[in-house]
């Protein structure tokens, strides 16, 4: 039993022209005018595939197949279908064309599940547009408040609510997800991982915990000429020490702990000027909650020395912090089978990227199938998944659903 390859390559042929940019990417912004186009085009693909449509009170949309017992709790797919400014054509949309293509293949072998399958858009997993960072999932799972994100603005000023209810896609509160036996989220690895070890399939078993710090380093800005060394106090120059320092620290904590400077920016900024202050962000990120925690510890008296020693100030700030994800090993089993019977080559592995699954794995027994990344690329126009590889990933896919929702 498998999924028919020409019908799923239509679905992506077809969602990669929705905000498609020169450079081959694409921008799906959440509640642009070019996700309202996306959601339309998925809400076409769910009735043509005779599925009950219903939209929530922030936006996640759901197509449902009945099962003969209309009172069980369903099998539910899905992912996203937003996207970063000039981002990929995989990300996200792998996992909704797949669920799509799931139920066409049931429905072609006539075959009528005992559980519901429901297939879902979640709104906002990117986190650009709109501070919530996988918003729509978040509020299924109550670890955020759709009050709260309905005034959050964006660069222009536009809150989420208008621009929810601007696309027409403010539905009401009843039609959430409440309960699920299982959601199964297909996705590209956006590691190098699969593609490396010429791996066909990941078998997700759960996501990094991550921390973000943003470090202020303040020194003293002057004239670069008439200043001697011994007597400057260079931000920039502090920070330097502190960051080579800080990545000297990962493998002291875990073989999985890693630490990236993402930004960096620096004032004045002039080619003649001693810089006075530097800002600087911390992404850390660990498999273990507890040395999730000491690292970013570590990392803390690690600038406090430095500072210190160097005469700057310090000042530490916690934007965001995520425990560990561990899926469930019921739905991680049945992934794994189903991948060994169609003979597909896999492993098991954690993810180090966020997913809509973060957030539902609170609500309902979760798990993850990865799709291998060419080099390694994402969030990116150069973004790629053999075709080969997003077929197997979908055969995964029904099957384990299959196996899930009985027949």
Same mark, same amino acid.
């Given at each position: 039993?498998?999924?028919?390859?020409?019908?799923?390559?239509?679905?992506?042929?077809?969602?990669?022209?929705?905000?498609?940019?020169?450079?081959?990417?694409?921008?799906?912004?959440?509640?642009?005018?070019?996700?309202?186009?996306?959601?339309?085009?998925? *809400?076409?693909?769910?009735?043509?595939?005779?599925?009950?449509?219903?939209?929530?009170?922030?936006?996640?949309?759901?197509?449902?197949?009945?099962?003969?017992?209309?009172?069980?709790?369903?099998?539910?797919?899905?992912?996203?279908?937003?996207?970063?400014?000039?981002?990929?054509?995989? &990300?996200?949309v792998?996992?909704? *064309?797949?669920g799509?293509?799931?139920?066409?293949?049931?429905s &072609?072998?006539?075959? *009528?599940?005992?559980?519901?399958?429901e297939?879902?858009?979640?709104?906002?997993?990117?986190?650009?547009?709109?501070?919530?960072?996988?918003?729509?999932?978040?509020?299924?799972?109550?670890?955020?408040?759709?009050?709260?994100?309905? $005034?959050?603005? &964006?660069? &222009?000023?536009?809150?989420? +609510?208008?621009?929810?209810?601007?696309?027409?896609y403010?539905?009401?509160?009843?039609?959430?997800?409440?309960?699920?036996?299982?959601?199964?989220?297909?996705?590209?690895?956006?590691?190098?991982?699969l593609?490396?070890?010429?791996?066909?399939?990941?078998?997700?078993?759960?996501?990094?915990?991550? $921390?973000? +710090?943003?470090?202020?380093?303040?020194?003293?800005?002057n004239?670069?000429?008439?200043?001697?060394?011994?007597?400057?106090?260079?931000?920039?120059?502090? $920070?330097?020490?502190?960051?080579?320092?800080?990545?000297?620290?990962?493998?002291?904590?875990?073989?999985?702990?890693?630490?990236?400077?993402?930004?960096?920016?620096?004032?004045?900024? +002039?080619?003649?000027?001693?810089?006075?202050?530097v800002?600087?962000?911390?992404?850390?990120?660990?498999?273990?909650?507890?040395?999730?925690?000491?690292?970013?510890?570590? *990392?803390?008296?690690?600038?406090?020395?430095?500072?210190?020693?160097?005469?700057?100030?310090?000042k530490?700030?916690?934007?965001?912090?995520?425990?560990?994800?561990?899926f469930?090993?019921?739905?991680?089993?049945t992934?794994?089978?189903?991948?060994?019977? +169609?003979?597909?080559?896999?492993k098991?592995?954690?993810?180090?990227?966020?997913?809509?699954?973060?957030?539902?794995?609170?609500?309902?027994?979760?798990?993850?199938?990865?799709?291998?990344?060419?080099?390694?690329?994402?969030?990116?126009?150069?973004?790629? $998944?053999?075709?080969?590889?997003?077929?197997?990933?979908?055969?995964?896919?029904?099957?384990?659903v299959?196996?899930?929702?009985?027949?």
């Amino acid at each position: 039993m498998k999924i028919n390859s020409y019908r799923l390559q239509n679905f992506f042929k077809k969602m990669a022209k929705v905000g498609e940019t020169k450079s081959g990417g694409i921008s799906r912004l959440s509640l642009s005018s070019s996700d309202k186009e996306a959601r339309d085009l998925f *809400i076409e693909w769910l009735r043509d595939a005779d599925l009950e449509v219903r939209v929530d009170d922030v936006g996640n949309i759901y197509g449902r197949r009945e099962g003969l017992d209309k009172n069980a709790a369903p099998i539910v797919i899905g992912s996203h279908l937003d996207s970063i400014e000039d981002g990929g054509k995989y &990300d996200g949309v792998l996992g909704i *064309i797949s669920g799509l293509e799931v139920i066409h293949s049931l429905s &072609d072998l006539s075959i *009528i599940t005992k559980r519901p399958i429901e297939v879902a858009n979640f709104t906002n997993e990117e986190g650009v547009r709109f501070a919530s960072l996988m918003g729509g999932s978040g509020v299924l799972s109550n670890d955020y408040n759709p009050n709260t994100i309905y $005034t959050e603005k &964006d660069e &222009d000023g536009k809150t989420f +609510l208008h621009e929810l209810e601007s696309i027409g896609y403010l539905g009401d509160k009843e039609n959430r997800l409440k309960t699920a036996e299982a959601f199964i989220e297909l996705h590209i690895e956006q590691g190098p991982i699969l593609d490396s070890e010429k791996m066909s399939i990941g078998i997700v078993e759960g996501i990094l915990g991550f $921390t973000w +710090l943003e470090v202020t380093i303040t020194g003293e800005t002057n004239t670069s000429g008439p200043t001697p060394m011994h007597l400057r106090k260079d931000a920039l120059s502090s $920070t330097v020490k502190m960051i080579a320092e800080i990545k000297e620290l990962a493998s002291a904590v875990s073989e999985r702990f890693i630490i990236t400077v993402g930004t960096v920016d620096v004032k004045p900024g +002039l080619v003649n000027a001693i810089p006075g202050k530097v800002k600087f962000t911390i992404d850390i990120r660990d498999e273990d909650s507890q040395k999730q925690k000491d690292g970013v510890q570590m *990392i803390k008296k690690c600038i406090k020395m430095i500072a210190e020693s160097d005469g700057v100030n310090y000042k530490i700030k916690e934007l965001k912090t995520f425990s560990p994800v561990s899926f469930s090993g019921k739905v991680i089993d049945t992934l794994n089978e189903s991948a060994d019977e +169609l003979g597909y080559s896999s492993k098991r592995m954690i993810s180090g990227a966020g997913h809509i699954s973060t957030y539902m794995n609170n609500l309902c027994p979760t798990a993850m199938i990865f799709v291998p990344s060419v080099g390694g690329i994402s969030h990116s126009p150069s973004e790629k $998944t053999e075709w080969k590889d997003i077929e197997r990933g979908a055969n995964v896919l029904l099957h384990a659903v299959l196996k899930l929702a009985g027949s």
